[in-house]
């Protein structure tokens, strides 16, 4: 079973101390190559082309579509895979739960089992419950997106 050592903060703070030194190698280096205004002016035009081309990279990674991003709660890593028409929630959780609920109320998903287990995850509105199955401490969730008419 795999559980990351890292919360989602952790590596958001990751990226900015990431992003600093890159900033700065390239300051450093346009301001070794030519001294003077156009150095800062190109330091600064490096600077928004980094910004801009992370924050895309970023979005476009978060938009494929069959890419699971894995979350952690307290006691579960889960990973969420979005479907053409749907999101499907895969969850390893440990310990025995045989009466393990799941339940959909206004963009919140619960997890509960008699045994202490309470978690919520929050999800989008506009899905609904489908199936969930839960074998040898693996929760797999569907999820599918209303459909209105």
Known sequence: MFKSPFKAKDF?????????IAISLIILIITRVQRGLSAVILSLLAILLFLYWSNEIRKTIKKQSGLGIIRSSKKFTYESIETNNGLDIIAQIPGQHSDLKVSHTSGKLTIASKSGLSEKIKISKNLRLDKYNFINGTLTINLLYNVSK
């Open 12 to 20: 958001k703070y990751f990226y900015a101390f990431l992003s600093i």
